[in-house]
């Protein structure tokens, strides 16, 4: 069974990923860094060169090749939920958890100057939360609360994990 992160950029997917597959002695990928290793190029590069439709495609790709993982604490982008096709199969492969941060923390924890969708951009933050939040819930298999500090996240996750 694969864990898989899903929330909002900035929300802290990568960081608990990382973390949480070490505590539960799980392999460990991030969809970002594997569409990099793909396609040699950086993100801001393929948003800026191809545009956010063909990025979408990749990360789809991305996701579907990630549902065959086993063991795996799989942190997704803040976009992955966008396409249906990947984010359906990706569910099947284990538990989807909501990394649920409130708008307000993820600006004032966050450097976004490597992320092209945001650029230090408040309201575009808002917006992107407004327009995603029902579909972060619909996927979520479990929503875990992330407005304190990474130990406590990490503490209930492995509680309620442990649960399911
Ligand atoms: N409770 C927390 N959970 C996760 N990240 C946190 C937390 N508190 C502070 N941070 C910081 O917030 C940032 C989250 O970034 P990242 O993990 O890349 O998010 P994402 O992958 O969702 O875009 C990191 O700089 C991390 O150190
Ligand atoms: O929310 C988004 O659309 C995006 C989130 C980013 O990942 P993180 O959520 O890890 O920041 C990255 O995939 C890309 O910049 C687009
Ligand atoms: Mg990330």
Redesign the pocket.
């Known amino acids: 069974m694969n864990i898989i992160l899903i929330g909002m950029?900035?929300s802290g997917?990568?960081t608990i990923g990382k973390r949480l597959a070490d505590i539960l002695g799980m392999d460990f990928r991030d969809l970002?860094c594997m569409i990099e290793e793909e396609t040699g190029r950086s993100?801001p590069d393929i948003f800026r060169e191809s545009g956010e439709s063909h990025f979408r495609d990749i990360e789809e790709s991305v996701c579907r090749k990630a549902a065959s993982f086993e063991n795996t604490v799989i942190s997704t982008?803040?976009?992955a939920i966008l396409r249906q096709g990947g984010m359906s199969l990706l569910k099947e492969s284990g538990k989807v958890v909501f990394l649920d941060t409130p708008v307000d923390t993820i600006l004032e924890r966050t450097d976004f100057s490597g992320?092209?969708?945001l650029k230090d951009d408040a309201g575009r933050i808002r917006r992107l939360h407004e327009e995603r939040i029902s579909l972060y819930r619909l996927y979520a298999d479990i929503v875990l609360d992330n407005a304190g500090s990474a130990d406590e996240t990490l503490k209930n996750a492995v509680n309620v994990l442990d649960r399911v």
């Open positions: 950029p900035g997917k990568t970002d993100i982008g803040g976009g992320r092209p969708l």
